[in-house]
């Protein structure tokens, strides 16, 4: 995960009512702000098969907005430049394989150095031996030396086997034919419709199957408690060296918000079934922010009650209206594409929800709060299983001078702040 740093101007204040599971009393206005000095960037990895039945393909997709990069004049326009480095590490910490590239983009006019709509996509592919690897993403662009950071836990599947198997699903936002009918894929990497983007294609390939038995695909959209929302399904024979299927992906009337995409194939008495996770991104909504009750909601660390309360009542084109006026108010950068600040706010409630989540959403737990308006520690100490002691954490923001402490009182993941006091007096200190 990148790194993410509190700025201390006043670029944006919250106040209002505000109830916390260990604090009764209301906070002061506070100061929050995205670090200018980190690019975001997405990324996405896919495997399949390989040419050698021990190895497993893997391929990392990153996707750049425009506005995240650089640009510098020049002859024909504006150019900018990145380094893009890819790395797997084996679970002993040492570096199993990795690859630098570095990409150009060139745009025509300085309107376009500025776009959050347009992107430079980039990829890397590795064979690897199947296994359970770190992977480290790293982008940093080459004139501000600006870096971001993102590192996950991944699993690569073995494909040397016998029996029916699938490779992993990927997502692609447009296909193209050149002049000889080839067609070339532009990857979605997020997995998210965007404004007004009516269709989605997914790819995958099937491998070990009998070409002599009928291959019958199902896949539905389902809602992550497993509901399904939509089925489909397509029966066909395949040639002996064909495996790759393309499907188009509607949008319909799916709402804004994160679904399921379940996956089965079956060829004679053989199935195989994959899962990936695609969202629905609303018009005027952040990319990390689906819906917009919950988006209404999740504002009580930085709007007054009031306000909230206000959204809460409004009907739906109401509710958006003063959910864009609110934001337009904080942004620091008006008459561009982006509001930086209600960016890196989602960013934030995005990463707290899939890390923090214990009997509640993360965003709304003790460490939730803390991370959405400091932003991520220097440094976590972690102590799960001492047999003295509940599980703990410390975290430690050496920039602010304090360390914050969390149990986990009921052995579930709930872990609630043992001095909250501290917590408020640096709210007060950075405002």
């Not at 990795?98 to 590795?126: C, I, M, P, Q, Y």
Request: with cysteine; proline share 4%; glycine share 6%.
């Amino acid at each position: 995960m990148r790194r993410l740093i509190i700025l201390t101007a006043g670029a944006l204040l919250w106040g209002g009512s505000f109830t916390a599971s260990f604090c009764q009393t209301q906070p002061a206005d506070m100061a929050f702000s995205r670090n200018e000095d980190v690019p975001d960037f997405f990324y996405d990895a896919v495997t399949s098969a390989s040419g050698d039945s021990t190895k497993t393909m893997l391929t990392v997709y990153t996707k750049i907005s425009y506005d995240e990069l650089q640009f510098i004049r020049d002859s024909t326009g504006y150019k900018a430049k990145y380094e893009l480095s890819v790395t797997l590490f084996n679970p002993r910490g040492e570096q199993a394989v990795g690859r630098v590239l570095l990409r150009e983009v060139h745009v025509g006019t300085f309107a376009a150095t500025n776009s959050r709509k347009d992107n430079s996509t980039a990829d890397v592919s590795f064979t690897v031996p199947p296994g359970s690897y770190d992977l480290l993403v790293s982008l940093m662009d080459f004139d501000s030396k600006k870096t971001g950071q993102k590192k996950t836990k991944m699993k690569v599947a073995p494909y040397g086997g016998t029996a029916l198997s699938l490779s992993d699903i990927f997502f692609i936002d447009q296909i193209k034919a050149d002049s000889t009918g080839k067609n070339s894929y532009l990857p979605s990497v997020t997995g998210n419709y965007a404004d007004k983007q009516d269709s989605m294609y997914f790819q995958f390939e099937i491998y070990h199957f009998d070409p002599k038995e009928e291959v019958r695909i199902t896949w539905a959209v389902q809602d992550l408690g497993g509901k399904t929302i939509r089925n489909h399904a397509m029966a066909r024979m395949f040639q002996p060296h064909e495996n790759t299927v393309v499907i188009t992906l509607y949008k319909g009337d799916l709402r804004g918000g994160r679904y399921r995409l379940s996956l089965l194939v079956q060829n004679g008495k053989s199935e195989a079934k994959k899962l990936r996770e695609i969202s629905v991104h609303w018009a005027g909504m952040p990319v990390y922010a689906m819906n917009l009750d919950q988006a209404v909601e999740q504002l009580k660390y930085i709007a007054k009650g009031g306000d909230i309360k206000k959204m809460r009542k409004a009907p739906g084109a109401e509710k958006q209206k003063l959910f864009d006026e609110f934001w337009k108010s904080q942004d620091p950068t008006p008459g561009t594409d982006e509001n930086e600040l209600m960016d890196e706010y989602y960013r934030r409630v995005d990463f707290a929800n899939a890390n923090f989540a214990a009997f509640q959403d993360g965003w709304s737990t003790d460490r939730g709060m803390v991370y959405i308006i400091l932003g991520p520690p220097e440094e976590i100490d972690r102590h799960p299983f001492e047999s003295d002691t509940k599980p703990y954490e410390i975290w430690y923001y050496y920039r602010l001078n304090r360390s914050f402490y969390f149990q986990d009182s009921t052995g579930f993941g709930d872990y609630r702040m043992l001095n909250p006091s501290s917590f408020w007096e640096v709210v007060q200190q950075i405002h």
